[in-house]
Nanobody, 129 residues
Framework: QVQLVESGGGLVQPGGSLRLSCAAS????????MGWYRQALGYRQAPGKQ?????????????DYADSVKGRFTISRDNAKNMVYLQMNNLRPEDTDVYHC?????????????????WGQGIQVTVSS
């Protein structure tokens, strides 16, 4: 299968910046989409609520952002290294959450190629003065 490991979270003051990184490893054949989602903790959390999209990027470079982060966050990826990054600028207290890396694609499974949809463990981002 494919494993994802996130890094770069932490505590930052409002208006500050953080850069999240995510490295994919395993028997990777191809990664079609990589992205970042947030857990949507706190007052927005509801039973069974799905993780919220923050940003995604395809292997061809097509990008999608949540409206709340447009103009502040930038997603990028290094296809050769199987890594995805999220540059977070002008952070706000409402950005506080656990952020998860996601990757979807195909991996070598014995003599076959199978699809995968992997998640990282999540990394805490806290924006507070």
């Amino acid at each position: 299968q494919v494993q994802l490991v996130e890094s770069g979270g932490g505590l930052v003051q409002p208006g500050g910046s953080l850069r999240l990184s995510c490295a994919a490893s395993g028997s990777i054949f191809a990664i079609n989409v990589m992205g970042w989602y947030r857990q949507a903790l706190g007052y927005r959390q509801a039973p069974g609520k799905q993780r919220e999209l923050v940003a995604t990027i395809t292997s061809g470079g097509s990008i999608d952002y949540a409206d709340s982060v447009k103009g502040r966050f930038t997603i990028s990826r290094d296809n050769a290294k199987n890594m995805v990054y999220l540059q977070m600028n002008n952070l706000r207290p409402e950005d506080t959450d656990v952020y998860h890396c996601n990757a979807r694609g195909a991996y070598y499974s014995g003599d076959y190629i199978d699809s995968f949809n992997s998640w990282g463990q999540g990394i805490q981002v806290t924006v507070s003065s």
